[in-house]
T-cell receptor, first 113, second 114 residues
């Protein structure tokens, strides 16, 4: 399997639930990212990891908690979300943060009820 | 305030004609620009980029033009094909910043009619 794989593709959760989004890249990249795409809004960067270390947290609420156990895997743990958190969550990777061509996964469509 | 603006949410063109997608930016520090293409149910894929030392970059049917004085760039697709129907995102950064500094526009949905 190649590229950036995200699971699940769709997720519906209540505001009191705890769930996790998973991202795996098979490209040998060292940098991984979480982006949020809300309706009629630009893609918003959430977190950046470089060689497993978090290098960017774009003022994301603490109900979103990222985890990067190694350069190939990235998780986004979700708890006590709000309906306005419903969006498409995209994972991306790149060889390093110095390069600007990102490789995106297909995203997880999250609905918070 | 949006630093990268794609003012046309949608664009419809006939197959074989030229598609022109526009993007404006406000940050004069931006000097590297990219276009990404996104099909439904898929993630964005990199299409073409341009550095501010150039005013044009061409790759097959896709050409990006940059007008630094106007802080404007455009993506030309010619001839347009039905398979080009997708959402196109403009993104910008400065050379000093890495990919974590990419700023995206809202996207323009292109529909190419057969």
């Amino acid at each position: 399997e190649t590229g950036v794989t995200q699971t699940p593709r769709h997720l519906v959760m209540g505001m009191t639930n705890k769930k996790s989004l998973k991202c795996e890249q098979h490209l040998g990249h060292n940098a991984m990212y979480w982006y949020k795409q809300s309706a009629k809004k630009p893609l918003e960067l959430m977190f950046v990891y470089n060689f497993k270390e978090q290098t960017e947290n774009n003022s994301v609420p603490s109900r979103f908690s990222p985890e990067c156990p190694n350069s190939s895997h990235l998780f986004l743990h979700l708890h006590t979300l709000q309906p306005e958190d419903s969006a498409l969550y995209l994972c991306a990777s790149s060889p390093t943060t110095g390069l600007k061509t990102l490789h995106f996964g297909n995203g997880t469509r999250l609905t918070v009820t | 305030d949006q630093q990268v603006k794609q003012n046309s949410p949608s664009l419809s063109v006939q197959e074989g004609r030229i598609s022109i997608l526009n993007c404006d930016y406000t940050n004069s520090m931006f000097d590297y620009f990219l276009w990404y293409k996104k099909y439904p149910a898929e993630g964005p894929t990199f299409l073409i980029s341009i550095s501010s030392i150039k005013d044009k970059n061409e790759d097959g049917r896709f050409t990006v033009f940059l007008n630094k004085s106007a802080k404007h760039l455009s993506l030309h697709i010619v001839p347009s094909q039905p398979g080009d129907s997708a959402v196109y995102f403009c993104a910008a950064s400065d050379q000093q910043g890495g990919s974590e500094k990419l700023v995206f526009g809202k996207g323009t949905k292109l529909t190419v009619n057969p």
